[in-house]
Each structure stands twice: as structure tokens, then as C-alpha cells.
């Protein structure tokens, strides 16, 4: 495999996967009250902990991507 498709596969997995973080935040955001009766009242958690919860989430997928498809990325970019 070559490093220009190397390179093209992880600027393709970092794009992808900053448009599920974009659309993660748009869901958290505009129909807050509608997701928080579908998801967080069920598991009995207030407000609060479901924001928290949601929060801690797109930190951890927005560092996954950062080190997993950027860092990549960008070390191939410099070696090429």
C-alpha cells in the first residue's frame, strides 16, 4: 500500500468521523428535551448527568479521532 493511499485513507476516516462528531453535537443541542425523554429518563438520570454524560462522549470520540486518523495523517504527510 502506498503512502498516498495511506494518506487519502486517513483524511477520509478523519472527515467521516468529525461529520458523526457535528452531527453528535447537532442532536445534543437543537431536540435536547425530546432526546433527553428518549435516552436519560429511562436510565433515571437528571439533566445534568445526561449533558455530562454527552459531554464526556464527544471529548473522548473528538481525542480518539485526533490520535487515531489525524496524527496519522499528518506523520505521513511530513515522511512523504
Request: proline share 5%.
Amino acid at each position: 500500500m502506498s503512502a498516498s493511499t495511506l494518506q487519502s485513507f486517513f483524511l477520509w476516516c478523519a472527515a467521516i468521523n468529525y461529520g458523526l462528531l457535528i452531527l453528535w453535537f447537532v442532536l445534543i443541542r437543537l431536540p435536547h428535551p425530546w432526546l433527553y425523554n428518549l435516552s436519560g429518563k429511562p436510565f433515571r438520570m437528571s439533566e445534568e448527568q445526561f449533558d455530562a454524560l454527552n459531554l464526556a462522549g464527544i471529548i473522548a470520540y473528538k481525542i480518539a479521532i485526533i490520535m487515531f486518523a489525524l496524527v496519522p495523517y499528518i506523520a505521513l504527510r511530513l515522511s512523504a
